[in-house]
């Protein structure tokens, strides 16, 4: 499984983002996917999740700002995010998960600052 994750970069407070994942080599209608995410000098720590069945779940911090999507024609999942907080600054990875096995990708760096 190989992800690719994009969209990172540098916003304002109360901007938005939307960061994209494309997925290859696998199946990906039957993997759960979500956004982890680390800030410097902090764990990682999951932002949100969308299974194969579309339901979404996601971090107290980032609900209601954030909004998980996936688009299986097209291998990629989608997050939204709105209201931008300088806490959000982080790496974000985006990671596919089905029988137990996680696959990450490389991640790409969220910046939220004035």
């Known amino acids: 499984v190989q992800l690719q994750a994009s969209g990172g970069g540098l916003a304002q407070p109360g901007g938005s983002l939307r960061l994209s994942c494309a997925a290859s080599?696998?199946?990906?209608?039957?993997?759960?996917m979500a956004w982890d995410r680390q800030a410097p000098g902090k764990r990682r720590e999951l932002v949100a999740l969308?299974?194969?069945?579309?339901?979404?779940n996601y971090a107290p911090s980032v609900k209601g700002r954030f909004t998980i999507s996936r688009d299986n024609a097209n291998n990629t999942v989608y997050l939204q995010m709105n209201s931008l907080k300088p806490e959000d600054t982080a790496v974000y990875y985006c990671?596919?998960?089905?029988?137990?096995?996680?696959?990450w990708g490389q991640g790409t760096l969220v910046t939220v600052s004035s």
């Open positions: 080599g696998t199946v990906f209608s039957t993997y759960d």
């Open positions: 969308i299974n194969d069945g579309f339901s979404t």
């Open positions: 990671n596919a998960m089905h029988r137990g096995v996680a696959y």
